[in-house]
Nanobody, 127 residues
Framework: QVQLVESGGGLVQAGGSLRLSCAASGSTKRTYVMGWFRQAPGKEREFVATTRQNGISAYSEYYADSVKGRFTISRDNAKNTLYLQMNGLKPEDTAVYYC?????????????????WGQGTQVTVSS
């Protein structure tokens, strides 16, 4: 079993930055795909970014087009922590952000393929 706890959300003005963290505990493995999704009120949960192993000690990152160039996903396996650095925030980035982890993820943008989820952290961007 894996437990995920997000932190770092808050209220920020447009153009500002936030850094989200996701602390993982339990039976986490370096081979797990880990990612960030978000859900705005009245909308479906959507893919934001993900990182997956690509070689013995290398990882690849993937981003939704809406955040590419502004957000950066990273992971520190020694600390069992996933990060999302968000720069140039826009009001449309307002949502609850969720951390997710999966063992056999094929399509990293599909939320249904992830096995574990955090409780979410609210990000609000004011105009």
């Amino acid at each position: 079993q894996v437990q995920l706890v997000e932190s770092g959300g808050g209220l920020v003005q447009a153009g500002g930055s936030l850094r989200l963290s996701c602390a993982a505990s339990g039976s986490t493995k370096r081979t797990y795909v880990m990612g960030w999704f978000r859900q705005a009120p009245g909308k479906e949960r959507e893919f934001v970014a993900t990182t997956r192993q690509n070689g013995i000690s290398a990882y690849s990152e993937y981003y939704a087009d809406s955040v590419k160039g502004r957000f950066t996903i990273s992971r520190d396996n020694a600390k069992n922590t996933l990060y999302l650095q968000m720069n140039g925030l826009k009001p449309e980035d307002t949502a609850v952000y969720y951390c997710a982890a999966g063992r056999g993820v094929l399509d990293t943008s599909r939320s249904s393929e992830y096995d574990y989820w955090g409780q979410g952290t609210q990000v609000t961007v004011s105009s």
